[in-house]
């Protein structure tokens, strides 16, 4: 059982959110940054898609009642725990009445918390992530307050030792631009749009789990108007009127009337989700085959990740 | 007969979206139901899910488990195959009780020059067609309204729209199932959930489904 003592701006439960509903319109949801969240689970020994605390927006405090392993991933910031630092992609154990104190967060916007077997709230509809726009799922639908208490889930067999810290290699990295593929309606921008998109940098205006809006050059917009709503992901890049590009993020709606200039890669969506508001995004366009082959390469670094910690664990 | 394969796109790294048409549409709306449901009884390879908007079918699938190029023929053999659909009746029809109080009634009837009863009077005679699910969970795009009470959405968006909201904007008609921020004009407000995930299925309201608001007191 762990105990919020002081809840950030922003505290939440997230794992993987849920893969399918969109039918429903049900968002994929879950955690902004995917791969920081399943690189700590697996550290830990959890499944990938193990529930964790999302942490955003400023300094908090979580106690722990009984000894209890974890792992920070995603948004650096200072952390300590029981009083030492606590790295991030580190095993750290909490001793019993020990606390993690978090006093800001230095770089990126979302940080992980993530604990040896989970945070064991009932999963909703298949998922344990919060939705904040519907107000269901997580603890209560709702941000974590002061006092608010969670359960964690039983903890592997032969977990992690303390200590344990993962390669350099095998943590995400956030290096080049942010990937696109064309979006379904680039053939109806003019050029000038998607070579602007290409070359301009643009910057976070601001950011929610819905979406980021960006601040850049204006893109072309001509004769797109009445586009019946269509299917929409997190990572597409819509173009409302005043051109000025809105990246849909994992809360955002799954149907959208906007025209989708480019989509995001996912494993890019994860690195977008981590610029805070005024970090410059500068974007680089891939063929699909190319999207794939990147696809393939996250997941066998989430396989090789796997395999580190089985042969750490002997 | 044979028709031309539809347009098929991809939606980032893992989704194709299927282009039956590009307008508003009943009938188009219909077919390109039974083409979500001809996709789906194909069960193919590495396919999540299939889901229907307007005029286009989205097809979300795992690009490792099944090869794109083959993917998009099949899709496209299946959406050649698909006949539109004749107008059939809907299977469920949905009495949606709603006091027509919302905030925007008056300025909707001074924009279309109607008197407030007249607005609420063509906003009950129909009876609507869901098109499809989406921007929240449970929210249904109901259409055709009338066109006389057709006007483009609110230049700024409400940053706080109520749950249970009645809202209409463009030839389109809709609830909202949660407190969003929304564009929509409030005609009134309904007690009905739109969305309980407790419940099975967990939409009120599903594709294909008739709709009629009934004015209450």
């Given at each position: 059982?762990?105990?919020?003592r002081?809840?950030?701006?922003y505290?939440?439960v997230?794992?993987?959110?849920?893969?399918?509903g969109?039918?429903?319109?049900l968002?994929?949801?879950g955690?902004?940054?995917?791969?920081a969240?399943?690189?700590?689970?697996?550290?830990?020994?959890?499944?990938?898609?193990?529930?964790?605390?999302?942490?955003?927006?400023?300094?908090?405090?979580l106690?722990?009642e009984?000894?209890?392993?974890?792992?920070?991933?995603?948004?650096g910031?200072d952390?300590?725990?029981?009083?030492?630092?606590a790295p991030p992609?580190?095993?750290l154990?909490?001793?019993?009445?020990?606390e993690?104190?978090v006093?800001?967060?230095?770089?990126g916007?979302?940080l992980?918390?993530?604990?040896?077997?989970?945070?064991?709230?009932?999963?909703?509809?298949?998922?344990?992530?919060t939705?904040?726009?519907?107000?269901?799922?997580g603890?209560?639908?709702?941000?974590?307050?002061?006092?608010?208490?969670?359960?964690?889930g039983?903890?592997?067999?032969?977990?992690?030792?303390p200590?344990?810290a993962?390669?350099?290699?095998l943590?995400p990295?956030?290096?080049?631009?942010i990937?696109i593929?064309?979006g379904?309606?680039?053939?109806?921008?003019?050029?000038?749009?998607?070579?602007?998109?290409?070359?301009?940098?643009?910057?976070?205006?601001a950011g929610?789990r819905?979406?980021?809006?960006l601040d850049?050059p204006?893109?072309?917009?001509?004769?797109?108007?009445?586009l019946?709503s269509e299917?929409?992901?997190?990572g597409?890049v819509?173009?409302?009127?005043?051109?000025l590009?809105?990246?849909?993020?994992?809360d955002?709606p799954?149907?959208g009337?906007?025209?989708?200039?480019?989509v995001?890669?996912?494993e890019?969506?994860?690195?977008?989700a981590?610029?805070?508001?005024?970090?410059p995004v500068r974007f680089?366009?891939?063929?699909?085959?190319?999207?794939h082959?990147?696809?393939?390469?996250?997941?066998a670094?989430?396989?090789?990740?796997?395999?580190w910690?089985?042969r750490?664990?002997? | 007969?044979?028709?031309?394969?539809?347009?098929?796109?991809p939606?980032?790294e893992s989704?194709?979206?299927?282009?039956?048409?590009?307008?508003?549409?009943?009938?188009?709306?219909a077919?390109?139901?039974?083409?979500r449901?001809?996709i789906?009884r194909?069960s193919l390879?590495?396919?999540?899910e299939?889901?229907a908007?307007?005029?286009?079918?989205?097809?979300?699938?795992?690009?490792l488990?099944a090869?794109t190029?083959?993917?998009?023929?099949?899709l496209?053999?299946?959406?050649?195959?698909?006949?539109?659909?004749?107008?059939a009746?809907?299977?469920?029809?949905?009495?949606?009780?709603v006091?027509y109080?919302?905030?925007?009634?008056e300025?909707?009837a001074?924009?279309?020059?109607?008197?407030?009863?007249?607005?609420?009077?063509?906003?009950a005679?129909?009876?609507?067609t869901?098109y499809?699910?989406?921007?929240?969970?449970g929210?249904?795009?109901?259409g055709?309204?009338?066109?006389?009470?057709?006007?483009?959405?609110?230049e700024?968006?409400?940053?706080?729209?109520?749950a249970?909201?009645v809202?209409?904007?463009?030839r389109?008609?809709?609830?909202?199932?949660y407190e969003?921020?929304g564009?929509?004009?409030?005609?009134?407000h309904?007690d009905l959930?739109a969305?309980?995930?407790?419940?099975?299925?967990?939409?009120?309201?599903?594709?294909?489904?008739?709709?009629?608001?009934?004015p209450?007191?």
């Open positions: 059982m762990i105990t919020v002081q809840a950030p701006a505290l939440a997230q794992d993987l959110g849920w893969p399918v969109r039918g429903l319109g968002p994929p949801g955690a902004m940054d995917r791969s969240l399943q690189t700590a689970n697996l550290l830990l020994g959890n499944a990938a898609g193990a529930a964790a605390l999302e942490w955003a927006i400023g300094a908090g405090t106690a722990f009984a000894p209890t392993r974890l792992a920070l991933a995603g948004a910031g952390a300590r725990l029981g009083g030492s630092d992609f580190t095993v154990e909490a001793r019993a009445g020990d993690l104190r006093e800001r967060l230095r770089s916007a979302w992980y918390v993530c604990l040896c077997g989970g945070v064991s709230v009932p999963p909703i509809l298949g998922s344990r992530s939705l904040l726009t519907a107000g269901f799922g603890h209560g639908g709702r941000l974590l307050r002061d006092d608010d208490r969670l359960p964690t039983r903890v592997p067999d032969r977990a992690p030792a200590g344990l993962l390669p350099a290699e943590r990295a956030d290096e080049g631009p990937r593929l064309a379904p309606q680039r053939a109806r921008f003019p050029d000038s749009a998607w070579d602007a998109l290409l070359a301009g940098e643009y910057r976070i205006a929610s819905m979406g980021y809006r850049g204006p893109l072309a917009v001509p004769g797109l108007g009445d019946p299917a929409a992901v997190p597409a819509q173009v409302p009127p005043d051109g590009p809105i990246a849909l993020m994992p955002g799954t149907i009337g906007y025209a989708k200039l480019a995001v890669l996912a890019d969506v994860d690195r977008l981590q610029r805070v508001p005024g970090a680089e366009a891939l063929t699909l085959g190319e999207a082959a990147h696809l393939r390469a996250a997941r670094r989430l396989e090789a990740l796997t395999t910690v089985e750490a664990r002997r | 007969m044979s028709r031309p394969a539809p347009a098929i796109l939606l980032g989704a194709l979206t299927i282009a039956i048409g590009d307008r508003v549409d009943p009938g188009l709306n077919w390109t139901r039974a083409i449901d001809a789906d194909a390879p590495g396919v999540r299939v889901i908007a307007y005029a286009t079918v989205t097809v979300f699938y795992d690009p488990a090869d190029g083959h993917l998009a023929s099949a496209g053999e299946i959406a050649r195959g698909v006949e539109p659909p004749p107008a009746a809907p299977t469920r029809l949905h009495r949606v009780p006091r109080d919302g905030q925007d009634l300025a909707v001074g924009r279309t020059g109607l008197s407030v009863q007249e607005v609420i009077a063509r906003h005679e129909r009876t609507y869901v499809c699910l989406g921007f929240v969970p929210f249904a795009y109901l055709e309204l009338d066109a006389a009470l057709a006007l483009p959405r609110r700024a968006p409400r940053r706080r729209v109520p249970g909201s809202a209409i904007a463009g389109q008609t809709g609830v909202y199932p969003t921020p564009g929509w004009h409030l005609l009134g309904t959930v969305f309980d995930p407790a419940r099975e299925p967990p939409a009120l309201f599903a594709p294909g489904d008739a709709v009629r608001f009934e209450v007191a």
